[in-house]
């Protein structure tokens, strides 16, 4: 009867050390499929931000390509401007000088 008790008491014992076991594992499976879990939402928010930062660094460079080639017609203009002054400038002087002479000579 002793022998039974301890038979009974050990395979009772086994059978808690078995589902302890499982109960582990699963747990651990639990943990690992949460991991993995995080892990993809953490590369599908870092694949976020870098298409994110591929846009803006795409829109920076043609927003800096429309901000040379404005500079570089602002120049060019400014430079015709400039000459076209220049010419009227030298126009009137010449000009004036005509008239000063007609006017000496007079």
């Known amino acids: 009867i002793q022998l039974r008790k301890v038979n009974?008491?050990?395979a009772l014992t086994d059978?808690?050390?078995r589902a302890l076991h499982k109960a582990q594992r699963d747990e651990q499976a639990a943990r690992m499929r949460s991991c993995e879990?995080?892990?993809?939402s953490l590369q599908r928010e870092m694949d976020d931000?870098?298409?994110?930062?591929?846009?803006?660094?795409?829109?920076?460079?043609r927003?800096?390509?429309?901000v040379?080639?404005?500079?570089?017609l602002t120049h060019e203009t400014c430079q015709q401007r400039a000459r076209s002054q220049q010419r009227m400038i030298q126009e009137q002087t010449e000009a004036q000088g005509a008239t000063l002479k007609r006017m000496q000579a007079a």
């Open 63 to 66: 927003r800096i390509a429309q």
């Open 8 to 10: 009974s008491a050990v």
């Open 37 to 40: 879990q995080i892990r993809a």
């Open 15 to 17: 059978q808690q050390v």
């Open 68 to 72: 040379e080639q404005n500079v570089t």
């Open 49 to 61: 931000i870098n298409k994110h930062a591929a846009r803006t660094e795409s829109a920076l460079a």
